[in-house]
């Protein structure tokens, strides 16, 4: 009797577990006119009415993306199947009558990748999206745009199935509970988690490796087959050893997943990257040549998977309990974000993945970025209110400034610590003292690494973080030996100087020539031309700046030049191939950063510390 009782027990603790959970059903063979159906089984639940929440907005994005707007149809039924009532009370929300009835929530969920009748102007940026192509067997699945929660049960833990066809295979970092060939379940402990992790589903061209502790995976959809796992996982096996070392000999995780989209045709947003998450990062980057992707994934993985540093281990309370209806943003852009970018970039050149001029290069290219802004307010008041217009516009800032204000601090740091500590180190030791279940309050952040350090570094934060201050490149670099200057006077090739601009097809198109310098006369470009090829290399929106960049960098005065233009001429639209000697044109180069031919034995020291070479 009592083995009996206990085993009783037991059941009736496994049913009520089960109730207090969601169950979440994705169909990927049921996919109807680029929708998918979704099927929740809610919590037991008490009370008149409930709300069923889906995201305003969601960590990483910073802007509004408001993923109610493509729910469709939904209803809600109780045990019998009987219709409860729903009413949609904003774009977000849904209010349930009888939630103690409350059994089953059923909708539709459209593509963001397409645009659709109720879309609107503000377009979802890919990798925050979802892409349902059930022609092509991929499916590009962002949780927090399928599927929401009961406003109050936010913390209940989910189950998710994906029922699949047998030619497709699933990635994600979430832990599969169970998978056959048709279908896959997987757990989250609350949907803090489960938005937390993407999945995609194609035909599977995955690969995995265990990497400094960690087991990476790297799942590819390449339309064209431009890109293999095998070829990212060849390309960022090198970086990911390096990362480790930057960390501190280990990666911080046990697992992590690079899922990776590749379009052949023009997005919807007009923009391509990645968004990261804290087992994972999602891409959606354009079929290209195929080195070009490669580094570009490289470039790109090199500053997401960093993000397991911070915010994953470091990060403020409106992050921990992030508000997905109506959020409150941290002060801290500069940290998630542009600490994240410099560390990219630092890592790389501290464990001889680039040398030292490509470093500079880089710094360079963001003072260069962050003068196309308005800095006008402190970097803390920026991004508490980075949802306003006026500093979403900004928000590119936060991986130029944000990149430039970490660069300073790190040299700051080795400087008045006398090389006992670094950026590194203290990140560190605030991953230790926070790690990924306790969140910092917004306003302390600053006497916290002050603690870690002393008073100069202290200042240095409320002086170039929390006051809108111009960070003193000249004395700072000056400490490791970098020269700078604001501006120089160079002979330089150009591309014309030409003003470009996207044409309502996405295409590059001159839309000005009043600044245009003589090179550009040369070529007799005009307004209205279409870029269609530069130097044989073809012009797209993804292609564009690789291929001026690449001009930039290979081609000396006097080499020749053809481009070629779609133009209208007396009325009739027609290809026209534009020919030029390259030249040299005065050019005022802003931001010059160059390493002083005798250093002293101090700035060699510190330039040692901070880069691992002298």
């Known amino acids: 009797m009592k083995k009996l009782l206990s085993f009783t027990l037991l059941i009736v603790s496994i049913l009520a577990s089960a109730q207090d959970s969601y169950k979440v059903k994705i169909d990927l063979t049921q996919a109807k006119n680029d929708r998918l159906p979704v099927e929740i089984t809610v919590p037991v639940l008490e009370g008149e009415s409930v709300e069923y929440h889906m995201p305003k907005i969601v960590p990483g994005t910073y802007s509004i993306s408001d993923f109610g707007r493509f729910v469709s149809d939904l209803k809600a039924t109780d045990s019998a199947g009987n219709f409860l009532e729903v009413e949609n009370i904003s774009t977000n ?5 009888d939630a103690a009835k409350l059994k089953k929530i059923t909708y539709w969920v459209d593509d963001s990748f397409d645009d ?23 499916f590009v699945i962002n949780t927090f745009g399928f599927i929401g929660y009961i406003d109050g049960s936010k913390f209940k833990p989910y189950e998710l199935t994906i029922v699949h066809d047998e030619e497709i295979k699933g990635a994600t970092s979430l832990k599969t509970e169970s998978s056959s060939d048709t279908s896959d379940t997987y757990t989250a402990a609350n949907y803090n988690f489960l938005a937390d992790a993407p999945i995609m ?29 095998a070829d990212v996982m060849d ?21 992590y997943a690079y899922l990776i989209y590749l379009f052949d045709s023009p997005t919807i947003s007009g923009s391509f990257g990645a968004l990261e ?170 006497g916290e690494i002050e603690k870690l350090t002393n008073a100069e570094v202290g200042e ?27 501006d120089n006077d160079e002979m330089v090739v150009t591309a014309g100087k030409f003003t470009p601009a996207l044409n309502d097809d996405q295409e590059i198109y001159v839309a000005g020539t009043d600044d245009m310098n003589d090179f550009g006369k040369d070529l007799d470009l005009k307004v209205g ?45 027609k290809d026209v191939k534009l020919k030029a000697k390259a030249k040299k044109v005065k050019s005022s180069q802003k931001h010059l950063l160059e390493v002083m031919d005798n250093p002293s034995p101090e700035q060699q020291k510190i330039r040692a510390i901070w880069l691992g070479k002298s």
Not at 117 to 125: C, P, Q, R
């Open 277 to 446: 998450h804290s087992y994972s990062s999602l891409y959606a980057l354009p079929e290209m040549d195929p080195a070009r992707i490669s580094q570009t994934v490289k470039d790109v993985a090199a500053h997401e998977f960093f993000h397991i540093v911070t915010p994953l281990n470091i990060h403020s309370e409106e992050i921990h309990d992030f508000n997905y209806i109506e959020p409150e943003m941290s002060q801290h852009l500069w940290l998630y974000e542009g600490v994240t970018e410099y560390a990219s970039q630092h890592v790389q050149v501290k464990y001889d993945l680039f040398n030292l001029e490509d470093f500079l290069s880089e710094m360079r290219s963001k003072m260069n970025q962050q003068d196309q802004y308005n800095v006008d307010i402190p970097y803390t008041e920026f991004s508490e209110n980075i949802l306003e217009p006026k500093n979403e516009r900004r928000y590119g800032d936060v991986y130029a400034g944000g990149a430039l204000i970490a660069c300073c601090l790190d040299l700051t740091i080795i400087k008045s610590t006398n090389g006992q500590k670094d950026l590194q180190s203290i990140l560190r030791e605030l991953s230790k003292q926070y790690g990924p279940m306790k969140a910092f309050k917004d306003e302390e952040l600053f």
């Open 93 to 97: 929300r849904w209010a349930i009558k």
């Open 116 to 138: 659709f009748k109720g879309y609107g102007i503000n377009k979802v940026f890919e990798p925050g999206g979802m892409s349902i192509e059930a022609d092509r067997g991929v």
């Open 529 to 573: 031309d279409v870029l269609l090829e530069w130097n044989g290399s073809p012009i797209t929106l993804e292609t564009f700046q690789n291929v001026i960049q690449t001009f930039y960098e290979e081609t000396e005065a006097g080499d020749k030049i053809t481009v070629l233009v779609r133009r209208e001429v007396k009325g009739k639209t």
């Open 201 to 229: 589903y194609s035909k599977p061209d995955i690969v995995t490796k265990e990497i400094a502790g960690a087991e990476i995976l790297v799942s590819v959809y390449s339309p064209n087959k431009v890109l293999s796992a």
């Open 235 to 255: 390309n960022i096996d090198e970086l990911m050893e390096a990362q480790a070392k930057y960390l501190g000999g280990q990666l911080p995780v046990d697992r």
């Open 460 to 486: 240095f934060l409320r002086t170039y973080v929390g006051a809108a201050n111009k960070l003193p490149y000249t004395e700072i670099l000056g400490w490791a030996g970098i020269r700078y200057a604001e």
